[in-house]
């Protein structure tokens, strides 16, 4: 499809971001199919700084971008030439990355896809306490193009291709829900994967919790963190805290978040980087800046944080790729990317030898956190003598931030990512943006459980 022609009024910073996206979605629920849709989109948002304040709007018919332009430049008030000037921050950077044209999901039929669905969660025939199951198919295929007044012009792309499979379990007085998915950034390699093995698997896991889980007594314990949950906790109580906007007009926080500072234990990194394949796969953000890795905690020292232009005017910082906006409809705003805790340098067998009695949380049903966290653990078990044991209900692990970040005790030498491709973190009014998170296996001496 043609570029919209643009012309950028004279005397002001402004930029344009235009996005043609495709998403299908198939749903199943107990086998039969309930949605298969397929939707297109293509828009533009449009902005202009004038006297320090960005001025916006958004279209779907293209041909109006050089009039919305200019009748956001336009206007009664006076450009003030000291104002608070953000755009001093934007490089105009010229790049082309596109990644996935050879393999798009979109030159893949719904019957295929459907196939594929009914493949990934064909093992469920064989779950004896089975009550209930939703089976989803969902991918996204999007090409962003961004132009600035000053010379910018960057091209990306970006796809996910995901499953998913939620199940409830019934075993006498005992209920249990899971869920269980996997996302790649093509059809083909989604394809090609084991998926009989990987679902039976943890069905065999579901079965066993809801027959033999016991609750726990609530209290302090040593807890190994799967990496999904130790993902999340990286997420939801240290990236959030991350993402500048927080700060801004905020002294306290300022004083208590020093780059420099000592926030956790020396066996602690976390990065957030948009760089890395995957559903927070953003090469260049939707200000026109390049991804970077960036270390939030370095060796338990606190060593950056996550900006867009405006916040890191403010805060007299470099910008780092996080200025990210859900579609073309909204504005750009400090976003995580693909978030994550380092690994270590311990195998998950020596981490798991470290706890002679504990507990090991594998999934999770969701997660919050700013100055304390809150995680409710799906499945979870026991941990004697450096082994998983018996199964074991958790309504939630909980804590202060700063303190379990400082009582994390090793942490594995591998990391996985967990994608969400089915949906995608909050912020304001902007849900789902798609985001990944994870880690290593992470070992914290003492956690609160209950």
């Not at 089976?135 to 090409?143: C, L, S, T």
């Not at 000053?150 to 091209?155: D, I, L, M, T």
């Not at 020292?301 to 906006?325: D, F, I, K, P, Q």
């Not at 809150?374 to 018996?390: F, H, M, N, Q």
Request: glycine letters at 8%.
């Amino acid at each position: 499809m043609a570029d919209p022609q643009i012309a950028f009024p004279a005397g002001v910073y402004s930029d344009v971001r235009v996005e043609t996206r495709s998403k299908t979605v198939i749903t199943t629920l107990n086998g039969e199919v309930i949605d298969a849709t397929t939707h297109n989109t293509r828009g533009a948002f449009v902005r202009v700084l004038r006297g320090g304040i960005w001025r916006m709007a958004s279209t779907t018919d293209l041909s109006e971008i050089s009039g919305l332009l200019e009748s956001l430049a336009s206007g009664d008030d006076v450009a003030n030439d000291t104002a608070f000037d953000p755009s001093e921050r934007l490089v105009p950077h010229q790049a082309t990355v596109h990644r996935y044209q050879d393999q798009r999901v979109t030159e893949i039929s719904m019957a295929d896809k459907l196939t594929l669905l009914r493949r990934f969660a064909g093992p469920v025939s064989t779950c004896e306490l089975l009550r209930q199951h939703r089976a989803i198919y969902a991918d996204f295929h999007q090409e962003r193009l961004f132009r600035s007044s000053r010379g910018a012009e960057v091209r990306t792309d970006h796809q996910q291709a995901g499953l998913a499979l939620a199940v409830t379990v019934a075993h006498e007085d005992s209920t249990f829900s899971d869920s269980l998915q996997v996302a790649e950034p093509s059809f083909d390699i989604l394809l090609d994967q084991d998926h009989e093995s990987r679902v039976g698997n943890w069905l065999e896991r579901v079965e066993r919790y809801v027959r033999d889980a016991v609750p726990i007594e609530p209290g302090k314990y040593p807890v190994i963190l799967a990496p999904a949950v130790a993902g999340v906790f990286a997420h939801e109580s240290f990236g959030h805290k991350s993402e500048a906007d927080f700060m801004l007009g905020d002294v306290a926080s300022l004083e208590s978040w020093k780059i420099g500072s000592q926030v956790g234990a020396e066996t602690l990194s976390i990065v957030d980087d948009g760089a890395l394949t995957g559903s927070g796969y953003t090469p260049y953000d939707d200000e026109g800046q390049p991804a970077s890795k960036t270390w939030l905690i370095k060796d338990g020292l606190l060593r950056g944080r996550l900006h867009s232009a405006e916040t890191a005017t403010a805060l007299e910082e470099s910008t780092t790729g996080n200025a990210r906006a859900m579609n073309f409809k909204f504005e750009p705003i400090v976003r995580m990317t693909s978030t994550y805790i380092e690994a270590g340098s311990d195998t998950r067998e020596q981490l798991f030898e470290r706890v002679q009695d504990g507990y090991y949380l594998e999934t999770f049903k969701h997660g919050s956190g700013m100055s304390t966290f809150t995680i409710a653990p799906s499945l979870a078990w026991r941990v004697r003598d450096g082994k998983i044991a018996e199964p074991v209900r958790i309504n939630v692990a909980t804590g202060s931030v700063f303190e379990t970040l400082g009582l994390i005790e090793a942490v594995s030498d591998e990391v996985q990512l967990t994608p969400s491709v089915m949906g995608g973190c909050g912020k304001m009014e902007q849900f789902p943006l798609p985001v990944a998170f994870g880690g290593p296996f992470v070992l914290v001496s003492e956690m609160n459980l209950a």
